[in-house]
């Protein structure tokens, strides 16, 4: 074969849609159509079916329907554009499932060690909670059932027992393998704050304050931060994405002089919390 000839095929066959598959062997991009790797089992440990059988599942995805899509074997692949890597199953019960493919660390907007907003790009490694809990796998169902699944939310990469968010709550979060807490956040720390998290007292002003104290200084419940009533006010997560305004919690977004919160009284709108002082 001419050289310039093989050269060109090749630049075809690891060329699709603009992504570079050579950087695409053990990760994927985006929705993951340029992957090329060789994993071959679905989230739930089914055994791929082959690109080029139509047994037990007939199909048009065909490496001749499709020669641009890297149909091999069995392994994952995306060649219809679905939110990530996923393949037929040798099941004949299960026609096909996503894939567990993991997202390239430099993937645009993909977090890793740490998570800015209320973590929903958060892609990293910490499986257990605030409290110290181990979290529940997302792919299986004890101690705590749940529609929170790789196959339900396929963009959401709920791999392993990692922390994640799912469902757009304030902050990630998993289930938990204890049979009597069913899920609780996880001490993910904030992209942009040198120092680390303190869960149990402040230092300074406390702006790095991430524990669970939900009481004002007169013994007050803390109004939720997501919650525009019976306070209205600004202080959300989407405008202080690395105040850690989680629950109820009290905090300081604002350079204070310590944490407070909005009370659920409807006659007192704000007050300083009683953090005990690190270090005292």
């Not at 089914?46 to 499709?66: G, L």
């Amino acid at each position: 074969m001419n050289v310039y000839k093989a050269v060109f095929l090749l630049g075809a066959v690891i060329c699709n849609g603009g992504s570079t598959v050579h950087s695409q062997l053990t990760c994927a991009f985006g929705d993951g159509t340029g992957y090329r790797g060789t994993i071959a089992v679905t989230w739930s440990g089914k055994k791929c079916q082959r690109w080029s059988d139509q047994c037990p599942h007939q199909h048009h995805n065909s490496p001749q329907d499709k020669p641009n899509s890297g149909l091999e074997s069995n392994y994952c692949r995306n060649p219809d554009g679905e939110p990530r890597p996923w393949c037929y199953t040798t099941d004949p019960n299960t026609r096909w499932e996503y894939c567990l493919v993991p997202r390239c660390e430099n993937s645009p907007g993909i977090e890793l060690d740490c998570t800015t907003g209320d973590g929903g790009a958060y892609r990293g490694s910490i499986a257990e909670t605030w409290t110290g809990r181990r979290c529940q796998s997302w792919s299986v169902q004890s101690p705590h059932e749940h529609s929170y699944t790789p196959q339900n939310y396929p963009t959401s990469d709920l791999e392993s027992n990692y922390c994640r968010n799912p469902d757009g709550e304030a902050w990630p979060w998993c289930y938990t393998t204890y049979d009597g807490i069913r899920w609780e956040y996880c001490n993910v720390p904030m992209c942009g704050i040198s120092s680390a998290p303190e869960l149990t007292c402040a230092s300074g002003n406390g702006e790095a304050y991430r524990g669970t104290l939900s009481k004002t200084r007169s013994g007050r419940t803390c109004q939720k931060w997501s919650d525009q009533a019976p306070h209205s006010h600004d202080y959300t997560t989407q405008k202080y994405p690395r105040g850690g305004l989680v629950g109820n919690f009290c905090r300081n977004p604002d350079n204070s002089k310590k944490p407070w919160c909005y009370t659920t009284d409807p006659d007192l709108r704000w007050d300083y919390c009683t953090v005990a002082s690190c270090g005292k």
